[in-house]
């Protein structure tokens, strides 16, 4: 086999040609070469780019006048920006599978199931690499919500305190993408149950209207909604500051699902090892 010519193909051929350089080392090839895929989608990138303009020109137009009565202080561009900084990140996490499917079809991924690579760092390289999508995303939407007059009210640190709850939001969602992917092989079947499961999600939430505006029903589901952790966490941090009775309980509940879904994530990945070596 002739040796590849194309930055992305010498990390495929070294995938599958060299024995495993401990967990970094795998973590590290994974990484980077799910980064090579997605600068040769230049698609992708401007898409992750525009979106957060478009949401909030979309919603605010839509909601505004309906919700801003509802809102503390009247003030629906405010109330709005943290939940698309949420929104992209649960976007961005729903198409991770997406890369694992492109991989199952092009073989790729069995070269990297038959590798003597780590599949916790297989996993975490790729997922690693999709969290670069919520960050730029993430800081753009902080400064297009400063320019039409709702700045982060915690400065330069409620930044980065808002990019660290995006971050930890949406492990979990693409973890639950990428078991998708290897369980059902299917760009198709992954798209659909992702859309099926984080369109009434994100409307059963505290995203769009504050909870006493949701009927009773909907009230108990925002309740255990992880995507109301998300954004009454992000919301406290721009809006209010450091109320840490809210922060705090918000990230042990995304944390504790980030944990679940990523050992299920590995667990699924390993359970098609298996299946490729026999």
Known sequence: MSTPSHPEDELEYSTEKTPGNGFFGDFWTNFLRWNLKKVREPFVLVFALVQPLIFLVLFSQVFGQLAADA????DYVAYLVPAIVIQV????????????VQDIESGMFEKTL????SRTAVF???VLSDLLLIVVPTLIMVVLGHVAGAPVTTGLLGIFGILAVAVVFSVWFMAFSNILAVVTGSTRVTGIVTNLVQFPLLFASTAFVPVDALPGWLQTVSSVNP???GVDAARVIMLSGWDWGIILPSLVVLGMLDLLFGMLAVYFLNRASSATVR
């Open 227 to 229: 995507i109301t952790y």
């Open 71 to 74: 809102v503390p202080g009247g």
């Open 89 to 100: 990140a649960l976007i961005t996490a729903a198409g991770s599978g997406t890369g694992f």
């Open 124 to 126: 975490s390289g790729k």
């Open 114 to 117: 038959v590798s003597p690579m």
